[in-house]
Structure formats: structure tokens, C-alpha cells
């Protein structure tokens, strides 16, 4: 019998209310002809009863997910690039206009914010893992270390260049699950006044839009306001301020200081309320929540299964990550999408992990358009839907499946 699950915040025991099952690493892409057995575990999401943590109940190895040929980059999206342009431009403004200002990014990928400060001629540097987009980032003028950061990290970091001002992760901080050594290396390596400010896929935005997709392998903790104010208070920081974000199909941007070093904004407060009111940390209501993703799966195969029997192609759109557990937990292979297009050269003429659908350039997709289209990039919806406006005009058709199933 496998031990009982133990929150990662507090230590506390965590209720599993959700189990997809076995599940590949989700940015596992392999060559049609490797025969290798895939690495798997079971993905489950569970609730500390104690600190509220929504997390996963099995961890896969750090080093199994971020490696030399971790295919994501930031880039990738024009959104994000102005996402993340903007951003530096407001830490230049707001929080490094000193002259010894320093900022450490986790988890930094190709340098797609350092960019903006490095062209600043701002101090910097970029914690970051995965071998091959860090020598983008290096490409980029950013300065890098190629290392998982933890306590140790910061310890040399204070050593080698001093405390930073502001220590920022986007779609990094949920990855990591040993997160009390995450959290001595920030109050380790932050000045007295400086914050930090990371941002993560929201619990709220998940729940409410159903958009289960968000839980793969990468995402071990799924934040919410309560659950980042009680993680925040056990590690000697303070949540000061939070901001709801459009990206990634809804996150939230949290600032983090030291107890008293920064007045905590209303909107905080005004979060805790609406996640009060709506009982985001009840139990009852995350297992309506898995009651609901059960029923998309469901509606889903249906579908996908009616259309191929009446005849239709059907071509997925995007390789994503999270499209690992849609495909998987559904049990959607080539005999229902003919096969996925992706602009990433790394995961082009190569299969899905565990559903083995193969993968082909972006081009494949217009050269002859299919009926349709199961958009897997859904959090890219509005930039994706402009640039394919021909796969409309010429009768195609989208399917979604965030927040339901529905045809576009």
C-alpha cells in the first residue's frame, strides 16, 4: 500500500480528489522509430487539509523534466514576448533604478525578460536548468547559470555577487516541489527591501474554467491567493500585493517581501475575499471540479470518436505540454487526430508522449486543412485564431474543450 501523500508546505496529509492516471512526462517527445519504454507516473492532485496547498500527490524527478533538450521556449508567442517586455520595463522603473541594482530571474528559459534589462545595462542573472535554452539566453547577451536554484544556489549567489533587488519566476515556481529550500535561498539572497515576484497558473481560473490541462507533470503545486499567503508566512515572507493575469489562460502575479518591509495592497485582501466567498479551498468543491473535468473527457472522446466515424479528419493544433494529460487521460491517439502541428522545430517529426501522435511543422496544417481542428494551444486562442483566419474562411472548424466541449 503506498504511503499517504504528505504536503510539501506543512507536511501535513493531502487529499487526493483527482486521478488521471498514468501519465508520461509531458514534454517527452520521442522518435517514430525509439522503441525505449517511456518513463510514467500516476498523476493525481490532491488538498493539504492543513495549509490548503493544491499539489500533486507524486513527484517526478527534477531531472527527468528539465534537461539539455527541454523543447519550451518563451519566445515562442508574441504575446509572451510583450508580456515579458513589459514587465522588465516596470522593474526598471519601479523597483532597479538604484546604481548597484541587481535582479536573479529562476527558471529564466531564453532570456526573454533578461533581454529588456540586459539591453538597460542592469545587473542580472539567470538561474536556468535546461542546457540548451539557456544558451539562448547567453545568445541573447543575458547572463546565466545553468542550475536548478535551491537554498545552496542562493548561498553561492550571495557570495559571488551580492543580495538582489528583485528576484522574479514565471511559470517556475509551481514546477518545484521542494519549495521550504526554494524559499530560504529567496529570503537568503533578497535585500531587505526587495521582493520577490513570481507568477503561476491560478487555482481559481482552473477550477472555474475546468481547464484540467493545467495539470501535468511540470505543475506540481497549484497556487491560490490563501494557499501562497499561508506558504509566504511559514517561510518568514509576506504576501504584499497579487495581480490577475490573462496569460497562460489565467494567472496570478504575487509579490513577496520580508514582514513589514512593504505595505500589503487591498487587492490581496480583496482576492482572499472573492476565494472565501466562492469556498476555492473547500474540499467538496474541488471534487465537483474533477466531477466536471470527468465529464469534458468524456464529451470529448464522444465527439472525436463521432466525427472520425462520419468520415472527418481531425488535426490537432499545438504540441503543447499540457496537451500530455488531455491526450492521455483520455486515451486519444491517431486513430482520432491525424496528427499534431507545432511550430517548435525540437518536437517536429517526433510523437506525443504516450499517445504517439506525430507531430508535423505548422506548415502541414495549411498545406491541406482539415475539417477540423482540436485546438490543444487554447491558452493562445486570440493570437491563434488571427493567424489561421484561412483554415476558417476555407469551412474549418475548431474544437474546444476549455471550458466544455463545443465546435467553433
Same mark, same amino acid.
Given at each position: ?228 499567503? /499561508?506558504?509566504?508566512? #511559514?517561510?518568514?515572507?509576506? %504576501?504584499?500585493?497579487? !495581480? @490577475? ?6 494567472? +496570478? &502575479? ?19 475575499? /472573492?476565494?472565501?466567498? #466562492?469556498?476555492?479551498?473547500? %474540499?467538496?468543491?474541488? !471534487? @465537483? ?6 465529464? +469534458? &473527457? ?41 496528427? +499534431? ?68
Amino acid at each position: 500500500m503506498a504511503p499517504e501523500p504528505r504536503c510539501r508546505i506543512c507536511g501535513d496529509a493531502v487529499v487526493e480528489f483527482l486521478d488521471f492516471g498514468t501519465q508520461p512526462l509531458s514534454d517527452a517527445f520521442r522518435d517514430p522509430g525509439d522503441t525505449a519504454e517511456e518513463f510514467t507516473y500516476r498523476l493525481a492532485v490532491g488538498r493539504c487539509g492543513t495549509c490548503g496547498m493544491v499539489q500533486l500527490t507524486e513527484e517526478v524527478p527534477r531531472e527527468e523534466m528539465f534537461h539539455e533538450e527541454y523543447p519550451y521556449l518563451s519566445r515562442g508567442s508574441s504575446v509572451m514576448r510583450e508580456h515579458f517586455r513589459s514587465l522588465a520595463e516596470r522593474f526598471l522603473t519601479t523597483e532597479l533604478s538604484g546604481d548597484d541594482a541587481f535582479i536573479v530571474e529562476l527558471g529564466c528559459n531564453d532570456g526573454t525578460m533578461l533581454k529588456t534589462v540586459a539591453e538597460a545595462g542592469v545587473r542580472h542573472l539567470g538561474v536556468e536548468p535546461s542546457g540548451a535554452v539557456a544558451d539562448l539566453a547567453a545568445e541573447e547577451g543575458v547572463r546565466v547559470r545553468k542550475d536548478f536554484f535551491e537554498e545552496a544556489t542562493a548561498l553561492d549567489i550571495v557570495a559571488t555577487e551580492g543580495q538582489a533587488d528583485v528576484i522574479y519566476a514565471a511559470n517556475t515556481l509551481c514546477h518545484i516541489p521542494y519549495m521550504s529550500s526554494i524559499l530560504r535561498g529567496v529570503t537568503a539572497l533578497l535585500r531587505p527591501e526587495g521582493v520577490f515576484v513570481f507568477e503561476d497558473p491560478y487555482l481559481g481560473d482552473i477550477v472555474e474554467r475546468t481547464s484540467f490541462d493545467q495539470i501535468y507533470d511540470e505543475h506540481f503545486f497549484l497556487f491560490s491567493v490563501s494557499s501562497v499567503d /499561508e506558504m509566504a508566512r #511559514r517561510h518568514d515572507l509576506e %504576501l504584499v500585493d497579487v !495581480e @490577475r493575469l490573462p496569460v497562460h489562460g489565467g494567472e +496570478v &502575479r504575487y509579490t513577496l517581501a520580508r514582514p513589514g518591509a512593504r505595505k500589503r495592497s487591498a487587492a490581496v485582501e480583496e482576492l482572499l475575499a /472573492e476565494e472565501r466567498g #466562492r469556498g476555492l479551498g473547500d %474540499l467538496a468543491v474541488l !471534487e @465537483r471540479f474533477a466531477e466536471r473535468v470527468r465529464t +469534458v &473527457r468524456d464529451d470529448l472522446v464522444a465527439l472525436l470518436t463521432r466525427l472520425r466515424a462520419e468520415g472527418h479528419r481531425i488535426v490537432g493544433y499545438g504540441a503543447t505540454a499540457k496537451s500530455a494529460t488531455v491526450t492521455n487521460f483520455c486515451g486519444i491517439g491517431p486513430d482520432l487526430v491525424e496528427f +499534431v502541428c507545432d511550430t517548435t522545430p525540437a518536437k517536429q517529426h517526433k510523437l506525443t508522449p504516450g499517445s504517439h501522435i506525430p507531430v508535423r511543422p505548422s506548415e502541414a496544417f495549411s498545406d491541406d486543412y482539415p475539417p477540423y481542428a482540436l485546438l490543444f494551444a487554447w491558452n493562445h486562442a486570440d493570437e491563434i485564431m488571427a493567424k489561421e483566419q484561412a483554415f476558417r474562411d476555407a469551412g474549418g472548424r475548431w474544437i474546444r474543450y476549455v471550458p466544455d466541449v463545443h465546435v467553433v
